[in-house]
């Protein structure tokens, strides 16, 4: 059964001042941070799901700090807008950044001058790994597996398969397959999910690639059929095989986009720590696991873990980007 929520439910975020942290400080003296409220930039738009996760995430560290937790919404250029602004803010600990793997790792392939560089600019305080994406055929196709569609793909020759913007996961997905099947499959690029899924639906594609919440409306229509998950099985359909599973051997089928935080980079180090404790703690939170379980994501990792994810997939990332051929824009 799929998951619900009430999006009000999230926007709401609170601000009320509760007692002082039990968390350790790291060496960070107390009573310094934060001495004012506190930015939380999001750099894709209100009511979505990176959006809805700073709100969770924001709410549960203004409990524990005593200060407001504003959420900007600074949407646009894959998130580089937003990005580009925390990296010029003071390193106080007072603006930290909420975006996605697009912006910390994608954009220094995709864009000639995103505004800001990831690793001269920005600290990652702590990222939640994605769960798979799902690759979901229409009806009329008859594909029920990963050989299902490699033969539907060479018998039919021209195959409509969307993604949700170039330079995606689902676009890397597809060059990838290609790559390895011998296939010809020519992407069908939209502007986000939800026209996407439309095309699906309203028998335009063959196949898209998205993640399990948005998916619901094809699913829940019987418009469309799960053949695979890219990278990690997903607990609400534990009998889909991952694409390595059924035989894909792509590294790029090994690595998982990730919804993060960030702060500018001369941001003190035991403030990062504090930071990323914060946003651990916050997995425990009934808000939190709520809207984790509602988009199936993991829990957020500290700053250690999520630092040593980042930097052993990056390599994959940007040689599959890159294997695209895409001018920079």
């Known amino acids: 059964m799929p998951l619900k929520f009430n999006r009000r439910h999230f926007i709401a975020a609170g601000s009320a001042a509760a007692a002082l942290p039990f968390l350790s400080r790291s060496g960070f003296a107390q009573g310094t941070w934060p001495s004012r409220n506190i930015r939380m930039v999001c750099s894709y738009p209100a009511g979505g799901q990176t959006d809805l996760l700073a709100r969770a995430f924001g709410d549960y ?3 524990q700090v005593g200060q407001t937790v504003v959420i900007e919404n600074k949407a646009g250029a894959s998130g580089s807008i937003g990005a580009a602004e925390v990296a010029r803010a003071a390193p106080d600990g007072h603006t930290i950044l909420c975006s996605i793997s697009t912006t910390y790792v994608m954009n220094r392939v995709m864009m000639k001058n995103p505004g800001y560089d990831m690793d001269k600019d ?11 994406l799902l690759l979901v055929a229409s009806k009329p196709s008859g594909v029920r597996s990963l050989d299902d569609f490699v033969a539907f793909a060479r018998n039919k020759g021209q195959v409509n398969f ?3 913007s170039a330079g995606s996961a689902p676009h890397m997905t597809i060059n990838e397959l290609n790559k390895q099947y011998g296939l010809k499959i020519e992407p069908i690029h939209y502007r986000g999910e939800a026209p996407m899924w439309t095309g699906l639906m309203d028998g335009t594609l063959d196949v898209a690639m998205g993640s399990y919440t948005a998916a619901q409306a094809v699913l829940q229509s019987n418009h469309g059929v799960v053949f695979a998950v890219s990278t990690k099985k997903i607990s609400a359909i534990p009998d889909v095989k991952t694409l390595p599973e ?9 690595v998982s986009g990730f919804t ?16 990323a404790e914060l946003c651990v703690a916050a997995n425990d939170d009934p808000k939190v696991k709520e809207v984790l379980a509602t988009f199936v994501l993991e829990p957020a990792l500290g700053f250690k873990e999520s630092n040593a994810l980042y930097q052993r997939e990056l390599p994959t990332w940007l ?4 294997a695209l051929g895409l001018e920079p824009a």
């Open 162 to 164: 969307g993604t949700y």
């Open 319 to 322: 040689e599959t980007a890159q």
């Open 61 to 63: 560290i203004a409990r």
């Open 122 to 132: 920005l600290t990652l305080v702590s990222i939640i790994p994605s769960g798979g």
């Open 260 to 275: 993060g935080w960030a702060v500018p980079k001369a941001t003190p180090q035991p403030l990062v720590d504090r930071l």
């Open 246 to 254: 059924q035989g894909a051997t792509s590294k790029f089928f090994t």
